[in-house]
């Protein structure tokens, strides 16, 4: 069967991040995919200019069209708005008990643009966060989210394990903006274990969604049923071949989109 998975996250006109790259990774993984809207932004590869953030009662009905009549497998969520909408969310969340919940806690655009207020992760903190089953944030997001400053990239399993303190039952801390090191490095915290899955960085300036990327990757993986550490793993796979064939898209003057239709492990995929 072909799994249904769900993204609730905003949209990104430019089609590299948010909605736009999550429906791309379920249809190239392999699944069915389905999408909710938060927020509507107006950007492109070199700045976000506008963000504008849906009624949260218009979103929950979304979210609860879907569910009142189609069986998801795994849903994520990816840009929240505010913490209107964090909140009902909650309550969702609490309502429906989804299969498996993944949280990308989307802070700030690749541009360097924010994306969600100080209070609106403060609200994510203590309401969304311990009910989801893993969450994928890059280094800046796990600092601002746990208070721990990283000196060197060593310490990735320390700060993985203090998001976790928040309540969540896994991290899987993404190690693009670690350090300029030589490896890209994720680190999955989960059941007091650690495993790290590292890779060869790959030398591009194409990096606009690769935190949507791999977060709505590994949506599918669970939604076909693989154990946490295995579908972690394929979703790196997955995104560091969109990463290597990236340079053959000629979208925008800024960071550009990864390539997520370059059918990596295409039978594999296919047959899972």
């Known amino acids: 069967m072909i799994a249904n998975v769900l993204s609730i996250a905003g949209s990104d006109p430019s089609g590299g991040a948010g909605i736009q790259a999550d429906l791309k990774t379920f249809t190239a993984l392999g699944c069915y995919g389905m999408a909710a809207l938060t927020s509507?932004?107006?950007?492109?590869?070199?700045?976000?200019?506008?963000?504008?953030?849906?009624?949260?009662?218009?979103?929950?009905?979304?979210?609860r069209a879907i569910f009142d009549d189609i069986e998801v497998d795994a849903l994520k969520i990816g840009m929240v708005?505010?913490?209107?909408?964090?909140?009902?969310?909650?309550?969702?969340?609490?309502?429906?008990?989804?299969?498996?919940?993944?949280?990308?806690?989307?802070?700030?655009?690749?541009?360097?643009?924010?994306?969600?207020?100080?209070?609106?992760?403060?609200v994510m903190?203590?309401?969304?966060?311990?009910?989801?089953?893993?969450?994928?944030?890059?280094?800046?997001?796990?600092?601002?989210?746990?208070?721990y400053a990283l000196s060197v990239s060593e310490e990735m399993e320390v700060l993985a394990e203090k998001v976790c303190d928040l309540g969540c039952k896994a991290v899987l801390l993404k190690g693009g903006h670690a350090f300029g090191d030589s490896k890209a490095t994720d680190v999955l915290f989960t059941d007091g274990r650690v495993k790290t899955f590292s890779v060869p960085r790959i030398e591009t300036h194409n990096t606009h969604g690769t935190g949507c990327t791999l977060s709505a990757a590994l949506t599918c993986f669970i939604g076909?049923?693989?154990?946490?550490?295995?579908?972690?793993?394929?979703?790196?796979?997955?995104?560091?071949?969109?990463?290597?064939?990236?340079?053959?898209?000629?979208?925008?003057?800024?960071?550009?989109?990864?390539?997520?239709?370059?059918?990596?492990?295409?039978?594999?995929?296919?047959?899972a």
């Open 40 to 63: 509507l932004t107006v950007q492109n590869t070199l700045e976000v200019r506008e963000v504008f953030h849906l009624e949260s009662s218009f979103v929950e009905a979304q979210i």
């Open 81 to 122: 708005g505010n913490a209107r909408t964090i909140t009902m969310l909650a309550g969702l969340l609490e309502d429906l008990k989804p299969r498996f919940v993944v949280l990308d806690p989307v802070m700030v655009a690749t541009s360097g643009d924010p994306l969600i207020s100080g209070h609106a992760v403060d």
């Open 125 to 147: 903190k203590d309401k969304l966060i311990p009910l989801c089953d893993v969450l994928t944030p890059n280094i800046p997001e796990a600092e601002k989210l746990s208070g």
């Open 224 to 271: 076909k049923g693989f154990a946490l550490p295995e579908a972690a793993a394929k979703a790196k796979a997955y995104l560091t071949d969109a990463l290597k064939a990236s340079d053959a898209l000629n979208v925008g003057k800024g960071h550009g989109p990864v390539n997520h239709f370059q059918f990596h492990g295409r039978e594999e995929h296919e047959d």
